[in-house]
């Protein structure tokens, strides 16, 4: 699978990159989320949080994986997790339920109704859900799903 996101450019980066740890530890945490952000945006597929470091280390603001998952806890909304990929990718707001392309990977959201019918059968069977996810793994149109 080839590595995406090699044409972005972090915050603040000129074309001297001689100690990147230094020039890290001078970034702000508003910077480091930025480059997180590029990096998770400029994938057409959701991003685990060792492809986002190593992604990090192409752009020059290497990244350890317990950061990145630090930056993208702190990145709240703007990004969501894939529980079944354990993956990220932007999104504004709380999607519904996703999709999840088997062929190409890719992710999209569908504004969802179904919350209701979790609802009633959850309390049907007595149970009181705190977070409902839905996921659907299956094959995007583009991939021959129709
Ligand atoms: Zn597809």
């Known amino acids: 699978m080839p590595e995406h996101g090699e044409q972005i450019r972090p915050p603040g980066t000129g074309a001297g990159r001689k100690d990147t740890r230094r020039e890290n530890a001078k970034r702000t945490p508003a910077e480091l989320e930025e480059v997180v952000l590029a990096i ?17 280390r192409v752009l020059g603001v ?9 930056i993208l806890d702190r990145l709240g909304g703007r990004v969501h997790r894939v529980e079944t990929l354990n993956a990220y990718f932007e999104a504004g707001g709380q999607p519904g339920a996703i999709t999840i392309c088997r062929g190409c990977g890719r992710t999209r959201t569908l504004d969802a109704g179904y919350e209701t019918e979790v609802d009633r059968l959850c309390r049907a069977a007595g149970f009181r859900p705190s977070r409902v996810i839905v996921e659907v793994v299956g094959v995007c149109p583009d991939c021959g799903g129709k």
């Open 62 to 70: 290497p990244l350890a994986p317990n950061q990145v998952y630090r």
């Open 40 to 56: 998770v945006r400029a994938s057409p597929r959701p991003l685990g949080a060792y492809r986002i470091a190593r992604q990090s």
